[in-house]
T-cell receptor, first 114, second 113 residues
């Protein structure tokens, strides 16, 4: 079974631009979560989507948004990019059934904001 | 100027020795915990999980211990191998169907051959 796929793997943007990252979960997984990983702050939870609805949200500004499609694929968008948005963005999917809540992570999208 | 980042605790062990990685969690209401391993250039990889109604769980070469009294979690790796070198994170989750996972800062494990 294919794992979590994130595209693109690397991205370079300039301040003020916006960016969209994509995540394809493991087949059958309905929950998709997004995380930001930086050397300064570690792994921080952004938001979680389940059945096309945002179920949980971390403590990030409104410039960070996401959505989930009917096939469970998810996108996250960051508008008006700032230098501090440079990070590794990780997507994780989970089955959320039968007592299993393990999140499986993709390799991430490394975003550099210049 | 110099950037300030998280100071990752580090653990260096000899190949073949056992490793113990510790983690203190923050929320007494957390009822589900996971250990992840992250190698350079990759996303975190699931190692083992444990629910709060257990105090020990064993996997292949790994054991997780949970002490709810002091909110402490540990990961024991038996016969550590060079391939075990990575950053290890503990994560706590409040509620089975809540994916708001809080990750610890991580511990860098280096295995010397």
């Amino acid at each position: 079974k294919a794992g979590v796929t994130q595209t693109p793997r690397y991205l370079i943007k300039t301040r003020g631009q916006q960016v969209t990252l994509s995540c394809s979960p493991i087949s059958g997984h309905r929950s998709v979560s997004w995380y930001q990983q930086t050397p300064g702050q570690g792994l921080q939870f952004l938001f979680e989507y389940f059945s096309e609805t945002q179920r949980n949200k971390g403590n990030f500004p409104g410039r960070f948004s996401g959505r989930q499609f009917s096939n469970s694929r998810s996108e996250m968008n960051v508008s008006t990019l700032e230098l501090g948005d440079s990070a590794l963005y990780l997507c994780a999917s989970s089955l959320q059934a039968g007592g299993e809540n393990i999140q499986y992570f993709g390799a991430g999208t490394r975003l550099s904001v210049l | 100027g110099e950037s300030v980042g998280l100071h990752l605790p580090t653990l260096s062990v000899q190949e073949g020795d056992n490793s113990i990685i510790n983690c203190a969690y923050s929320n007494s209401a957390s009822d589900y915990f996971i250990w992840y391993k992250q190698e350079s250039g990759k996303g975190p990889q699931f190692i083992i999980d444990i629910r709060s109604n257990m105090d020990k769980r064993q996997g292949q070469r790994v054991t997780v211990l949970l002490n709810k009294t002091v909110k402490h979690l540990s990961l024991q790796i038996a016969a550590t191998q060079p391939g075990d070198s990575a950053v290890y994170f503990c994560a706590e989750n409040i509620g089975l169907h809540n994916n708001d996972m809080r990750f610890g800062a991580g511990t860098r494990l280096t295995v010397k051959p």
